[in-house]
């Protein structure tokens, strides 16, 4: 069986908005419609996803390293399900082909409030989105909107509160300050910290007994701060090529190189919010460079 490498992330690594690259009537019509994801998925063709799949970062380093690309076929995702994939493929007989994993750090803004599927406890049960994040998005609407919390939002509040001593309502009369505000720090801290905590301890130390495991850095300012405070991540995460010939651990950094940070940027009226053809391009230079200075152990049998 053909050598793989083993992708796992979000949006960034599924490689959405490159179809807008092509170079065809169509997709050149296409930079100037709004082509964000509810608009974008309805316009693929085998042709476009081919293109995507060829030039995303995971295309161009498998290709460079002559190896099969495993990547999750879904676009977009939440925080648990790069890694639910991950865990997914360790239970085929892929596991003994794979050469290292490349996992992308989405934002812990998407993280459920214990890292995990299926919870009972009362917040998990009564909050309708499981993540924390969300769910104060949610009220702090209601409470601009000034409309009432049901039970259900009561009795989430209230288990934040016993167990984390998460005040909701004084984060909601902070209205639009609150996410600038320290007590919204002091929110996130309380649970985002622990759910790194649990997904190295019970994820990224048992990946390491299967293959080499590499990081790209969260795309979200607050969660690379969080994320990166941790040697066994900081020190396993890749240096991104930035437009100004140097690298860089900080995903805001690197993307603070480019005269586009974002496809939107590019072609405006698309307002898709993802990394440009460029910067994909980057990103497996980063990846290749890498890998080929740092994977000692197997380096004859992938390059």
Known sequence: MKDSILFSGDSYTWGEGLQLYIENDFWIS?????????????????????????NRFAGIVSNHFKCKSIIRDKNGGQFEYPIDFVESI???????????????LTGLERVNLHLMTGCNCDFCVNSDSD?????????????????SFTNKDEIAIKYLKNNYDIDFYKLLDLKEDIFTSDLY?????KYFYENVERFIKEYVNKWKTYFPVYFI??????????????PEIYNNTIPLLGDDGEYYKEWDSFMNTFEHRMIKDEFEATKNSHPTFTQHKNIAKSIITYVENNYIESKEKII
């Open 90 to 104: 360790l239970e085929t007989n892929q596991v003994n082909n794979i050469k290292f994993l490349i996992f992308q």
């Open 30 to 54: 296409q930079r100037n419609e709004n082509n964000e994801w509810g608009n974008l998925q309805k316009k693929l063709t085998p042709e476009s996803e081919k293109f995507r799949e060829e």
């Open 185 to 189: 720090t002091e929110f996130y801290s």
């Open 131 to 147: 993540k924390p994040h969300f769910f104060l998005i949610k009220l702090l609407h209601k409470k601009l909107e000034n409309k």
């Open 217 to 230: 850095d969260s795309w979200s300012p607050t969660s690379s701060k969080v994320l990166l405070s941790y």
